[in-house]
């Protein structure tokens, strides 16, 4: 559907079945520029947080569940969860112009 449009959309990386371990190992560096403040090692990293993973049935999305890894976990409860902070609105920068 977004193909042309020059939105970028998350790269697939695996079809078919899988089982746990399978999509663990999944998890490798992301393909975006990120760093994370692993609270587990003390160190930084540049891996994914996690997997979204969904099933799909002719053409339409069954059903969707997100993976995410547990020093990922661990850094929002040491954080506190974004719902519990003050709400900051998303916003473009002023010379963007989203509709060319």
């Known amino acids: 559907m ?8 998350v790269p697939v990386i695996h079809r078919g079945a899988i089982n746990e371990g399978g999509l663990r190992g999944l998890i490798a560096e992301s393909a975006f520029d ?8 003390g160190e930084k990293d540049q891996l994914m947080e996690g997997l979204y993973l969904r099933t799909e049935a002719e053409g339409r999305v069954t059903a969707r569940a997100k993976m995410v890894r547990p020093e990922f976990v661990e850094k929002i409860k040491q954080s506190g969860h974004w719902k519990h902070q003050q709400m900051v609105p998303n916003e473009l920068a002023p010379e963007a112009d989203m509709w060319s």
Do not use: I, K
Not at 2 to 9: Q, Y
């Open 2 to 9: 977004l193909d042309g449009t020059g939105l970028p959309t």
């Open 34 to 41: 990120s760093r994370f403040d692993n609270p587990l090692t």
